[in-house]
C-alpha cells in the first residue's frame, strides 16, 4: 500500500513537472514569436508641418536588414511590413532633405498589427539657419575642433545634396557691457562703442581670414558655400550656416 502511494505520488510530481516545463517552453517561444506590423510613417517638415518627398532607408537596429521605400510627396505617407517588437532606424534623403536619421520601436504582437508614426525632419529651404555654434576661440580666433567637425559634416551635405549652396556668417559675437555704457559720459560712450566696433570688424575679418584658410587647405566645397562677414552681429553665435539657394539637380 505504501508503495502504491509512493509511485502515485512520483508520477504526479512528474506529471507535474512536465506541464510545468511545456507551458514555460510555450511560453519562451510565445515571447520569441515574432509577428507582423503594418508600419505606415509619415514625414512631415519640423518648421512648416508640410509633406516630405523622400527616399527612405528603413534598417533594424542589431541585424542590418534593409528596406526602401519612398514617402508620398502630396502626402508625406509610407507603407512597410515591419517585425513586432523590433527597433528600426529611418535614414531619409532627397535633393532637398541632407542626410538625417530617427529610430522608431514597432509595437508588440504574436499575429498582426497596424501602427501609425510621424516623423518631422530638416527640409532644405532657402533661408533655413543650419547650424549655429560659437566656432572659434575667442583669444586666438583659431577654429574649434567641434567646428571642424561641422565642417565635415556640411562637406557631406553639399556633396550629398548637390543642388544647395550655402553662406556661412561670420561674426566677433562680442558681448555688450552696459554697465560701462551707463557709467560713462555721451562723448566716452562714443568713443567706447567706436572702439568696441573696429575690435568686432578686426575680430571678424581674423576669423573671415582663417576660416577661408581652413577650406582652401581641404580644397573643400568648390563653388557651393560663400562666406559673409557680420559685421553687425545680427547673430548671436559666431558661425551660422544658412541655406542660400537649393535646385533639384536632376530637373
Not at 576660416?211 to 553687425?232: A, M, V
Request: net charge positive.
Amino acid at each position: 500500500m505504501k508503495e502504491t502511494i509512493n509511485i502515485k505520488a512520483f508520477l504526479l510530481f512528474f506529471a507535474l513537472s512536465f506541464i510545468l516545463s511545456y507551458q514555460s517552453a510555450f511560453n519562451q517561444t510565445l515571447n520569441n514569436q515574432s509577428g507582423l506590423v503594418n508600419f505606415k510613417g509619415t514625414v512631415l517638415d519640423i518648421s512648416s508641418g508640410k509633406p516630405i518627398e523622400a527616399n527612405i532607408t528603413i534598417e533594424e537596429q542589431g541585424n542590418g536588414k534593409k528596406v526602401n521605400t519612398k514617402s508620398n510627396s502630396l502626402t508625406g505617407d509610407f507603407f512597410t511590413i515591419l517585425e513586432s517588437n523590433k527597433t528600426y532606424n529611418f535614414t531619409f534623403l532627397n535633393f532637398d532633405v541632407y542626410k538625417q536619421s530617427q529610430s522608431a520601436a514597432t509595437v508588440f504582437s504574436d499575429n498582426y498589427e497596424e501602427q501609425s508614426h510621424t516623423f518631422r525632419i530638416n527640409r532644405l529651404s532657402p533661408g533655413l539657419i543650419l547650424f549655429e555654434i560659437d566656432a572659434f576661440d575667442s583669444k586666438t580666433n583659431d577654429l574649434k575642433e567641434d567646428a571642424k567637425d561641422l565642417l565635415n559634416d556640411i562637406e557631406s551635405i553639399v556633396k550629398t545634396n548637390r543642388g544647395v549652396k550655402l553662406d556661412i556668417l561670420i561674426n566677433a559675437n562680442l558681448p555688450s557691457n552696459s554697465q560701462d555704457a551707463k557709467a560713462s559720459s555721451t562723448k566716452k560712450k562714443k568713443t567706447a562703442s567706436n572702439v568696441k566696433s573696429e575690435n568686432a570688424h578686426s575680430i571678424t575679418d581674423q576669423r573671415v581670414s582663417k576660416l577661408q584658410q581652413f577650406i582652401e587647405n581641404n580644397n573643400w566645397f568648390k563653388g557651393k558655400l560663400s562666406i559673409s562677414p557680420d559685421y553687425t552681429n545680427s547673430h548671436k553665435h559666431s558661425f551660422t550656416v544658412i541655406v542660400k539657394e537649393i535646385k533639384n539637380p536632376f530637373k
